[in-house]
């Protein structure tokens, strides 16, 4: 995806954690020249990964967010330090970073002193719940804002009481989302030099996601009461089967299908039975019956019969099963990195461009990866990069550290 070198958007990046890093990820996969400012030690995802999640010293949850960009690791706190981060914006055309609210301001590198440097620059900020507002101190993280929005309580709302997803969707979302105003920014400025002040939260994003649920529910009659379901049911706006069903050897989702169909695919008189009710108000009954239908059959089977009938299912993966997928191993999901020595398998770029996913060209494994060769870009004499290197301002790669 990258073009000629002089006319592909350099991005410099104050981002840790992960709606930051993956926003500047997207960027990087469609060529940008993301520059990844880092404390000397390293951002916060280089020092923690869930679930003991190392690849030799390197950790996972960097490398999941860090493809193709360039590590720079620097002292801001030093006045040297600033000005060379200053130099690095002055040629950039975007600013990104997902600090609380005020850190960078304090730094001398808040928007306002950024757009003195560089008038036409894009600013784009990630927060938890926004700059500004009663709850914009608080802290902004993934599950809070699975809380917050109401996305757990409309996830679970049945027997089993509310649920939490099983991944940090919000934070992704809020990533591509901030990815995609920065893009917007992009346009406007190649068609009118301005620069742009784009801001972006993980509370909106965790709303986002929800936007057609949200509006289905506030236009609903009786509202207060539709998040409640049995457990089998899977969103409380669709109608039953919809939802989540054990078979004697898996589980199976079942999406939305035709009631008779149903009933011929799983030669059932019981759902037969049920096949003119209103299986919206009648949900958790209709539910009820096609979870005992279902209890004692095998995936083989229904597999068949309902491949026959043309209902739309799905066994339930495990992400063991995932790296086996076939469709996604056709679709070049995953892509492997050797990290000293040892294979790590990573999830690839989500989009095609011209039939093909871009390509992971380069990953700092370490913070400071890129250190020299960017002070090299900017004209920085080997003396100097050795006199900023010795005084704590800059530093190198080191392995072996966590």
Known sequence: MAGSPDIRMKVISFCHYLQGPACSQYLADMGADVIKIEPLKGAFERHWSGGNSWVTDVSAFSLAVNRNKRSISIDLKSEEGLTLVRSLIAEADVVVENYRPGVLDRLGLGYEAVCAINPAIIYAS??????????????????????????????????????????????????SLLAMGILAAYVRRLQTGKGTRVESSLFSAAIDLQVEALTKYYAAPGREALLERGRNVGSWYHDAPYGLYRLSDTHIVLSMNDAVKLAEALDSEDLRALSAVDRYTERDRYATVMAGVLVSRSFAELSARFDAHGIWFERVQTYEDLRADPQANHMGVFSEIDVNGKSATLISHPLRYDGEVPALARMPLYPGSDSREIMTEMGLSADRQADLVEKGVVGLPQAGRR
Request: aromatic share 0%; proline share 6%; no cysteine.
């Open 126 to 175: 990630a927060s938890g719940l926004g700059a500004t507002g009663p709850a914009s101190g608080r802290p902004g993280q993934d599950l809070l804002m699975q809380a917050r929005s109401g996305l757990i309580a409309a996830t679970g709302g049945g027997e089993e009481g509310p649920a939490v997803v099983g991944a940090a969707i919000v934070d992704q979302h809020g990533g």
